[in-house]
């Protein structure tokens, strides 16, 4: 079954601390991995999309990274400002079909305090 | 920030009602998505388009219908609201490299 699993389920940080998102994602046949940041009562925004070739990627002070093999990923926020604090979702596509289908976590609600 | 729009951002409705939700996109995208989340939860695909007149159900059964007469264009109807239909729904649309989504910024809909 096609899932992505993300951890931790919500966290709370201080401003100017760096954290790091851990996404585990099950998806075949594999293609690509994004991050996505979503505001309270918004849309996502795309933050970093990243092949099955690519092991890395950053965005600011976002970095994501892919490992292909163990199905894992990361995403590392680095000085963290209080306009971080939102909902970080993993997501997985696949390439079994024209429509690339994506497969969501539930994301990590992260908080940062001042 | 992605040039695709959704209205009305916020709705609160009784049971019975007919609604719309609006879509729009200005980016010429021919594929165009719903999704349906619930607060802490995934999102979930309830639609999906190719392209004018392709309509196609999601992953989540969903008791509302969409049309897609024009590109840019891709409204969302429920013919009779009912409390369960409560949720955030999410248009998006996709192209170029990676076949990247770009969401609008949702309609949070209430039925009481």
């Known amino acids: 079954k096609n899932q992505v699993e993300q951890s931790p389920q919500s966290l709370i940080i201080l401003e100017g601390k760096n954290c790091t998102l851990q996404?585990?994602?099950?998806?075949?046949?594999?293609?690509?991995l994004r991050w996505y940041k979503q505001d309270t009562g918004r849309g996502p925004v795309s933050l970093t999309i990243?092949?099955?070739?690519?092991n890395t990627k950053s965005n600011g002070r976002y970095t994501a990274t892919l490992d292909a093999d163990t199905k894992q990923s990361s995403l590392h926020i680095t000085a963290s400002q209080l306009s971080d604090s939102a909902s970080y979702i993993c997501?997985?596509?696949?390439?079994?079909?024209?429509?690339?289908?994506?497969?969501f976590g539930r994301g990590t609600q992260l908080t940062v305090w001042p | 920030e992605a040039d695709i729009y959704q209205t009305p951002r916020y709705l609160v409705i009784g049971t019975g009602k007919k609604i719309t939700l609006e879509c729009s996109q200005t980016?010429?995208?021919?594929?165009m998505y719903w999704y349906q989340q619930d607060p802490g939860m995934e999102l979930h695909l309830i639609h999906y388009?190719?392209?004018?007149?392709?309509?196609e159900k999601g992953d989540l059964s969903s008791e509302s219908t969409v049309s897609r007469i024009r590109t840019e264009h891709f409204p969302l109807t429920l013919e009779s609201a009912r409390p369960s239909h409560t949720s955030q729904y999410l248009c998006?649309?996709?192209?170029?490299?990676?076949?990247?989504?770009?969401f609008g910024p949702g309609t949070r809909l209430t039925v009481l």
């Open positions: 998006a649309s996709s192209g170029g490299n990676y076949n990247e989504q770009f």
């Open positions: 996404c585990n994602y099950t998806v075949s046949p594999f293609s690509n």
């Open positions: 990243m092949t099955f070739s690519e």
């Open positions: 997501v997985a596509s696949d390439r079994g079909s024209t429509l690339g289908r994506l497969y």
């Open positions: 980016m010429g995208h021919d594929k």
């Open positions: 388009s190719y392209g004018v007149n392709s309509t």
